[in-house]
């Protein structure tokens, strides 16, 4: 408890405690220099794509191509600690389900294959022979639509391709991933609008852009290599106006660790020009007070006879819904956008003003729009506005939703999804000779369902930590013990080991930065960044324990001991050499991957087509959307006694990778040595009768009929707008009843969630708990 610590950071974004921490981390995971020199070939054009964030990688490298957090991801999976059999034998799965998830993953990384043993409750060590052919013994006699294929967004392009083609060959599209829970609302919003799932914008548009916009993502700490791109977008004068709940440091000020003047001198580049802090979910109302105001000024314009506002001739011969949504802009009224956005319509008015003088304009998110009820609806608002004045396929303007997992894009590019529709099934049936299964598979939330009504038989983890990440956890966690299998292939120790179903095996895999040697020698695999480049990686590092095997060996082992041989499918030959993969997938995907072959390691990365780049709208209408909601709510369950009712948002600290948790400090926030707080405005502490600093239990504010809570966080005053919260995912996830979630996206609504504060029960425990 002595090393708490919360104060007011007061340095830039990168600097030299981004320096200091990064030489912490490579004496922790004991690997000074060796590491040192490992990183230097990060994001390098022959290197190793970093495993932290999927930004773009550019094509002339920068001397240190990685950051702070990137930095942070190699030297935990480079860790010399390791989780031995012995470890297993020392513990029972009971009591390490208490431990922290710190604890867990700081013993390093798994060494060889184990399987949970009921009578000691232990895990025990396992062959890859018994525990793959155990396996698909197990796989054989279930339905297949009742076992569940996860992935994360780690595993390489060749992985999941594999992975994808094993569950549709064994018979279902049950293929949620880790976007489920992320950028889902993206994938649903997008093709909508403008007919293609992903961003349209490229690193070169940072380069010739007038304006960014920057809505709900947190650079500083979630894709810190981006801020060379704003930095540089600076110099130039272009201003970004930022909509953030927070005052991220990242998004106020940087200075270049990788700059000596910069670092010298203390000078750093003020990042946004204008800084709206809206309430949580309150986008939706300042995205339409923004169309409002724009539609305002072109009129005014036009009675003036002044130059116009809009972009006239791109809406008249690109877009379709322009009338309709002038008229739900009209109907919108400037008091209601006030008090949900949190905004003045001065504020408001600002931004719009700023937006109009610009020629090209880049709307750039993350999680803040997505991880809403109305996330799909709010991305639409914002490409609404792109639609007005042309920005979309034209240079230095697009939509650029920042992704999460460095290979998250790619995954669904190459058919990991449950949606049929999203996946080229005929070519699958050629290519390969069987019938593709055409239902819809379980997302992430359908599974969560599923397993709570004992309807999931097996669940199998390409990576992740899906028990933690998901929501409703209390509700949750003592639903696994009812799956008959789970198989979770993966590096480091995590939850999902421990909250497991009646037979569990846990499966060690190699990670990305290690040599992968295979028959026909080292192999290389490849991923694709938020900007649709496609990038080769090679590993480096020699594996950290001779029984680790790679995530294509993995995978085509599961197949080959669960599904009938077919002579189209060769697994050995792909495993012995990754190119038949990227070949076959070439076949699946011959315009996506066109030239892959020759241009696997082009410094910048090989970019897909994307029609609506050319302006080309592969929609239903022919031509880019408008799409106008139904309100400006974007959480619309908040209950009607709202004074005591807080809207809470989990977040990531800097010193976590989604459920890995690095350590303790959130240095950008000023909060160290605990993740346990409940950052709350000045003003709410006061109304409900709290102090700074106290023990405070949380509950979520629904008529559900169950209770979610958790005890004793620390109040911290912060600067949050009045009736907002926030604190850390996962340990809050308890907190998010699983309907919560985006209406058309199904993804989880992580960011908005009613909550009511109370005086801690049991303050005593909290001595402890810290
Ligand atoms: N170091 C590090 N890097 C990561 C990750 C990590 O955990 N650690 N995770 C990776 C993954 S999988 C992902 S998806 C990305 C996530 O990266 P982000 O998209 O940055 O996600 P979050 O950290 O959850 O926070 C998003 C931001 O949204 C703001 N916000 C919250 N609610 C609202 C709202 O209603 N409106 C607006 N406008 N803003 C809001 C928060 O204040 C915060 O600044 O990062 C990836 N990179
Ligand atoms: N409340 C709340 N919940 C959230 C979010 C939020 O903002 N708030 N964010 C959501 C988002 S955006 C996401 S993406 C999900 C994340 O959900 P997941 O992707 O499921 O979780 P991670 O924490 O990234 O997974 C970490 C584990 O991955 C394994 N791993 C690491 N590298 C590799 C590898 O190379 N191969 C294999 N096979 N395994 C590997 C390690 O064992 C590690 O323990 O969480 C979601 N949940
Ligand atoms: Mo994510």
Known sequence: MSDIEITEYDGPAGGWGSAKALTEILSREKRGVSGAVLLGKQNKPDGF????????????????????????????ELTRNRVTRDFFAAHTVSELRDWPAYDLEEQGRLTEPMKYDPATDKYVPVSWNDAIREIGAELRTFEPDSVVFYASGRASLEASYMYALFARLYGTNNLPDSSNMCHESTSVALPQSIGVPVGTTVLDDFKTTELIMFFGQNVGTSSPRMLHDLQEARKRGVPIITFNPLRERGLERFTNPQSPTEMLTGASTEISTQYHQLKAGGDLAALTGMCKALLAADAKAEAEGAPEVLDREFIKTHTHGFKDFLRFCDKQDWSRIERRSGLKREAIEAA??????????????GMGLTQHRKGVETIQMLVNLLLLKGNIGKPGAGICPVRGHSNVQGQRTVGITEKPELVPLDQLAKQFGFKPPHKKGMTTVEVCENVLAGKVKAFIGLGGNFVRAVPDTGRMDPAWSGVPLTVQVSTKLNRSHLIHGEKAYILPCLGRIEIDEQATGPQVVSMEDSTSCFHG?????????????????????????????????????????????????????PKVFKGFKDRLFQPGGLHKPLPARERKWETKTGLANFVAPKGVESDPDMPADGRAVLDL?????????????????????????????????????????????????????????????????????YNVPEGCCAGYYPELNVLIPLWHHDEQAKTPAAKCIPVVVHPAKNVLLAATAA
């Open 537 to 589: 990686s090679r590993g480096f590092a020699s594996p950290a324990s001779p029984e680790l095997r790679s995530e294509p060996w993995i995978v085509a082992e599961l197949a080959k001991a669960t599904i009938e041989p077919n002579p189209l499918v060769p697994w050995d030959d792909w495993v012995a050499d990754y190119g038949l993969v990227r070949e076959a997938f070439t076949a699946t995907y």
């Open 352 to 365: 719009a003003a700023g937006y109009a003088r610009s020629k090209a304009t880049m709307g750039v998110y």
């Open 49 to 76: 794509m970093c495993v932290s964030c999927a930004w773009a990688k550019p094509a002339e490298p920068r001397a240190f191509e990685y950051c702070e957090n990137g930095a942070k991801a190699t030297a935990w």
């Open 649 to 717: 948002m989990t977040l990531r600290s800097n010193d976590q990778f989604n459920t890995t948790v690095y350590g303790y400090d959130d240095r950008f926030r000023g909060v160290k040595g605990t993740r346990h707080i409940l950052f709350m405005n000045a003003s709410d502490i006061e109304r409900l009768g709290f102090a700074n600093g106290e023990l405070v239990d949380v509950s979520t504010h629904t008529d559900d009929g169950h209770v979610r809570e958790v005890s004793n966080l620390r109040v911290v005053e």
